[in-house]
Every structure is written in structure tokens, then in C-alpha cells.
């Protein structure tokens, strides 16, 4: 089956660090950038980071850079989210998956991730 | 910072047709901006409808389109159906930095 399963989201303080994973599966995985995406309770989706096929690069939203870094295990099918510095306003859910593609993969149903003290 | 800007709701009939825009703060949406579509129904992830401005995937229903209109990118629904309610987020690529749309709510009564 294709599908994208993120893992990882808790509640955290502020301040506090938090390490997300996204699994994939059913389909050539390393073929694909891939992105971090996030909506806060009610609101709209935000773009938070993507890496590319082969992890050589990645790049990230204002709001994240320097606190966040994204990585990725093309051997483990696996892609990472590593949030250090967390604030409030980062609480969300977050969804792994790619843009731009014809034949996708569909967004993982999230994991949530909240901060507060 | 860039902002990307839909209608904040639309209401259609079912049978109707609507057209969704967005616009960049930048100016005048091009194909370079690689424009995508997003469904999200209520408590699911987003769904991708289309991309690279005009493109369906197979599972996106023919009554969807996407297109350039007035200098900004549009989806437009034909033959609307109750299914059809949801938010729809549109995305640009900003010189190589995805932006979604602040999102649709389009409700079909």
C-alpha cells in the first residue's frame, strides 16, 4: 500500500525539543523531494520545509530556520523533522508528503505536536 | 513576506459552477509559479487536486480544473456536488519556496 505515516508528536514546554518521523512505503521513496507541512487548530495550512531527493538539501520556512532541521534515510524510507527551541505557536499538526508530482503518494494523516507549559 | 490570497468562503449550488482564484502579493501569477491545489475535507489531510498549474492526477474528478486567469491561478469546479464541500488551499512557488493560500471554504447548499 502507498502511504506516508508521520510519528512523534507529543506535548512539549517551550523551549523543549521534539523529533518527527515520516514512513514511507509502496513506492520509490528516493525518487521524491519531500515536505513538512503544518496547521494550527482552525487555521490554514503553512509550508515548513522540504529536502531534497537525496537529502543533500534542504531549505525552510522564515519562521522555523535555525530551530528546525529536516533530514531524511532514503535506506529506511524514512524522513525526519528535528524541532529544537519549540514555541507555542508551533503547536500543530504535522503532515509529511510531496508536491508537484503526478503520481503521489497521499499526505499521512499527521501527528500533532503541542507546546505549552 | 510573501502572502498568497484566496477568497475566504464561497457558497454554491449543487449542479453550479464556481471559481476559485489566488493571488500572489509579488504580482501576477505565471506558470512559473508552479501552482498547486489542495483539497481538505473536514478532520483529513490534505488531498492534492492539482498541479504544476493546469495538471490532474488520476483520482481528481474531471469536473476540477486549473487554469490562469486575470493574473492569478484559479480552480474552477463544474457540476459542483455535496462531496465537493470543503477548504481549498491553493500553493505558489516563491523563487523556489512553496506558499500556501490563506484557504476556501467552498460550501455546496
Known amino acids: 500500500e502507498v502511504q506516508l505515516v508521520e510519528s512523534g508528536g507529543n506535548l512539549v514546554q517551550p523551549g523543549g525539543s521534539l523529533r518527527l518521523s515520516c514512513a514511507a512505503s509502496?513506492?520509490?521513496?528516493?525518487?521524491?523531494?519531500m515536505h513538512w507541512v503544518r496547521q494550527a487548530p482552525g487555521k490554514g495550512l503553512v509550508w515548513v520545509s522540504h529536502?531534497?531527493?537525496?537529502?543533500?538539501?534542504?531549505n525552510y520556512a522564515d519562521s522555523v530556520k535555525g530551530r528546525f532541521t529536516m533530514s531524511r534515510d532514503n535506506a529506511k524510507n524514512m524522513v525526519y523533522l528535528q524541532m529544537n527551541s519549540l514555541r507555542v505557536e508551533d503547536t500543530a499538526v504535522y503532515y509529511c508528503?510531496?508536491?508537484?508530482?503526478?503520481?503521489?503518494?497521499?499526505w499521512g494523516q499527521g501527528t500533532l505536536v503541542t507546546v505549552s507549559s | 513576506q510573501t502572502v498568497v490570497t484566496q477568497e475566504p468562503s464561497l457558497t454554491v449550488s449543487p449542479g453550479g459552477t464556481v471559481t476559485l482564484t489566488c493571488a500572489s502579493s509579488t504580482g501576477a501569477v505565471t506558470s512559473g509559479y508552479e501552482s498547486n491545489w489542495f483539497q481538505q475535507k473536514t478532520g483529513q489531510a490534505p488531498r492534492s487536486l492539482i498541479y504544476?498549474?493546469?495538471n490532474k492526477h488520476w483520482w481528481t474528478p474531471a469536473r476540477f480544473s486549473g487554469s490562469l486567469l486575470g493574473g492569478k491561478a484559479a480552480l474552477t469546479l463544474s457540476d459542483v456536488q455535496p462531496e465537493d464541500e470543503a477548504d481549498y488551499y491553493c500553493l505558489l512557488y516563491h523563487n523556489g519556496v512553496p506558499v500556501f493560500g490563506t484557504g476556501t471554504r467552498v460550501t455546496v447548499l
Open positions: 504544476l498549474t493546469t
Open positions: 508528503g510531496t508536491i508537484n508530482y503526478g503520481d503521489p503518494p497521499p
Open positions: 529536502i531534497n531527493n537525496d537529502g543533500s538539501y534542504a
Open positions: 509502496g513506492f520509490t521513496f528516493s525518487k521524491y523531494w
